[in-house]
């Protein structure tokens, strides 16, 4: 795949997509910059080399329709600080208006678009969208990995109508990490599993049976996989369609010799409320009227023992609601597990890597990786639309 070092910059107009898709508070200020800080090099690089810097990207769900709240103005201005120079903020993604201001930039200088998502055309991959975003350019790069899994058209169809694509530093990182732990990796390889949904991570664990010697299953996902074993998890959160899925998909891993560990206890209450009464109680001990909302003490000394000697670890999806104290000590746990291990270690984005800077100890693992989906659709084996539209080309 190309990158952004195999072109020249210098005076070209270049058009860089990343993910300034950051969380902001009720008062619009930005509570987290990680996603900007994590493209700094790439447009730093444009910079340095005299190139004439564009930058665009969505915030939030719009729906194809102006919404104030979700202008990407407060990032021009937190970007400014950071790259200590001044970025100028566009009206819109294209039309004249935009044109004109690309066409009188000086090399050099910074404007950042407007909210991609504020055009239906950006999430229908639109050709005509597509275009008109490529005639504000010379080169096109790719350097949003959270959203390379999307085929939306400052992802995809950009490439056809751009004059030259190439992909920025940090997707080129990103796919870098990813298949040094999945293609040759120190083993044991050992991936950890959570979140809501089995559904959308089960192809994620039989795409990874011929890589991984041990899979952790926990959050809400894990009580299919628990109910596939005959055991009675109370009114736990089901995915009722996919429990024999789930139990074949056991059993295959105990065929190739894959470990395969399951909660054993967990934290119950009757409903979803920080305030609401809790207990910890054996997996097969689940009151029927109670959900298992995280995992227990003894599920987080398991798994860490399971991790004692990992050499590479791959986590995408916590183990329970952390977002609520109350069930947030298994997830927490599992942090501590992975950041005192002596592997490489990887974190897929999203709820993870939220939880990986809350408990303090982003800087002891390897990789945080800046996108969930994206992450999840590389467990899965597929290969993501925005490094495609860069492959084909």
């Known amino acids: 795949m190309r990158s952004i070092k195999d072109l020249d910059v210098s005076g070209k107009k270049v058009l860089v997509r990343v993910d300034f898709n950051v969380p902001m508070d009720e008062h619009q200020n930005i509570t987290d910059d990680t996603r900007i800080r994590a493209v700094l090099s790439t447009l730093r690089y444009v910079l340095d080399n005299k190139g004439v810097l564009i930058i665009m990207s969505h915030m939030g ?28 903020m566009a009206e819109d993604c294209i039309g004249p208006e935009v044109k004109k201001r690309v066409d009188g930039m000086k090399a050099g200088e910074i404007l950042l678009l407007e909210n991609l998502r504020f055009h239906p055309g950006e999430k229908a991959n639109d050709d005509e969208f597509a275009r008109e975003l490529a005639s504000l350019c010379d080169i096109y790069i790719n350097n949003a990995f959270a959203v390379s899994h999307r085929e939306h058209a400052s992802v995809a169809a950009i490439t056809k109508f751009a004059p030259r694509s190439a992909a920025g530093f940090l997707l080129i990182k990103e796919l870098q990490y990813f298949h040094e732990a999945m293609d040759n990796p120190r083993r044991p390889l050992v991936a950890i599993l959570g979140g809501a949904k089995v559904s959308g991570k089960l192809g994620a664990v039989k795409n990874m049976m011929n890589r991984v010697n041990k899979f952790i299953i926990g959050g809400a996902m ?14 736990s959160k089901v995915e009722e369609d996919l429990i024999e899925e789930a139990g074949e998909t056991m059993k295959q891993a105990l065929k190739e010799g894959i470990k395969f560990y399951l909660p054993v206890d967990a934290v119950v209450a009757r409903e979803i409320d920080p305030k609401a009464e809790s207990k910890i109680v054996p997996i097969q001990e689940i009151p029927e009227d109670w959900m298992a909302l995280d995992i227990g003490p003894a599920s987080s000394r398991l798994f860490a023992e399971v991790l004692d000697d990992a050499k590479t670890i791959i986590w995408n999806g916590p183990m329970g609601i952390f977002e609520m104290d109350a069930f947030s000590r298994g997830t927490v746990s599992m942090v501590h597990s992975v950041a005192n291990s002596y592997a490489l270690t990887i974190v897929g984005g999203g709820d993870t890597d939220v939880a990986v800077h809350s408990a303090g100890q982003s800087d002891r693992f390897s990789y945080i990786s800046t996108g969930g989906g994206a992450f999840l659709y590389l467990m899965e084996g597929k290969t993501l639309p925005g490094v495609a539209a860069l492959d084909n080309l």
């Open 61 to 88: 769900r719009p729906k194809g329709s102006a919404v104030p709240e979700l202008s990407l103005a407060p990032v021009a201005k937190r970007l400014g600080r950071l790259l200590q120079q001044d970025v100028r």
């Open 222 to 235: 894990a009580n299919t996989f628990l109910k596939s074993q005959g055991i009675d998890i109370g009114k």
